[in-house]
C-alpha cells in the first residue's frame, strides 16, 4: 500500500531531551515536507526537501533540524524541545513539480512539558 | 505571499443535507488540495483540483482557477462527513509550499 509513514504517533517527552520523529515513504517521491498544526495558527511548514541531500527551510523551522540520506525518509530532529514545540506534526510527500499532489503521514502528537 | 480564505468557518447540518464549502486564492496556483481532517487528527486526501470538475461518490469538486476560487460539494451528508475540510494551494512560484486555509468545521448531526 502507498504510504507515508510517521512515528511515533505520540510522544510526550520533557524539555531539552533529544528526539526524532521518523517520515518514510514508499511511493519513490522526490519532495518532502515537514508541517506543524497548531490552533489558531493553522498548518505551517517547517522544513522541505526537494530530493537526496537537498533540504531548504520553510516558514518556521527555528528548532528543528532535518536530513536527507535516503529519498524515502526524511527524519525531522528537535535537538532540545521546549513547550512551544508542544504541537501535531505531519509528514508529507509529494512526486514532483510536475505531479505536485501531496500525501501526508498520519500525524505525531508531541508534548513537551 | 499567496492568501487562502475558506467559507463558512462553522457549518451545521441535519443527516441527508447537502452543502458547499469554499476556498478562495490570490494568486495563481499549480496545485489545490481539499482535505478531510477527521476526529484523530488524520488528513485524507480528497481531491487534487487545480483546475476543473471531479466527482467522488458523494463529494465533488470543482476550481475555476481563472476565477481564483474552488467549490467542495458534499451531497447526502453522513455522520462520519463530520471533522474540519481545509483547502491547500501551492504557487506556481513555490510549488514546494501547500498553504493551507482555516479550514471549514462541519458537524453532521443524526
Known amino acids: 500500500e502507498a504510504q507515508v509513514t510517521q512515528n511515533p504517533r505520540y510522544l510526550i517527552t520533557v524539555t531539552g531531551k533529544k528526539l526524532t520523529v521518523t517520515c518514510s515513504q514508499n511511493m519513490n517521491h522526490e519532495y518532502m515536507s515537514w508541517y506543524r498544526q497548531d490552533p489558531g495558527l493553522g498548518l505551517r511548514q517547517i522544513y522541505y526537501?526537494?530530493?537526496?541531500?537537498?533540504?531548504d527551510k520553510g516558514d518556521v523551522p527555528e528548532g528543528y533540524k532535518v536530513s536527507r540520506k535516503e529519498k524515502r525518509n526524511f527524519p525531522l530532529i528537535l535537538e532540545s524541545p521546549s513547550p512551544n514545540q508542544t504541537s501535531l506534526y505531519f509528514c508529507?510527500?509529494?512526486?514532483?513539480?510536475?505531479?505536485?499532489?501531496?500525501?501526508f503521514g498520519q500525524g505525531t502528537r508531541l508534548t513537551v512539558v | 505571499g499567496i492568501q487562502v480564505e475558506q467559507s463558512p468557518p462553522d457549518l451545521i447540518l441535519q443527516e441527508g443535507a447537502n452543502s458547499t464549502l469554499r476556498c478562495n486564492f490570490s494568486d495563481s496556483v499549480n496545485n489545490l488540495q481539499w482535505f478531510h481532517q477527521n476526529p484523530w487528527g488524520q488528513l485524507i486526501n480528497l481531491f487534487y483540483?487545480?483546475?476543473g470538475t471531479k466527482q467522488n461518490g458523494r463529494l465533488s469538486a470543482t476550481t475555476v482557477a481563472t476565477e481564483r476560487y474552488s467549490l467542495l460539494y458534499i451531497s447526502s451528508s453522513q455522520t462520519t462527513d463530520s471533522g474540519v475540510y481545509f483547502c491547500a494551494v501551492a504557487a506556481n512560484t513555490g510549488f514546494q509550499k501547500l498553504v493551507f486555509g482555516t479550514g471549514t468545521r462541519l458537524l453532521v448531526s443524526p
Open positions: 508529507a510527500s509529494s512526486p514532483g513539480a510536475r505531479e505536485p499532489e501531496a500525501f
Open positions: 526537501s526537494m530530493n537526496v541531500e537537498v533540504t
Open positions: 483540483i487545480p483546475s
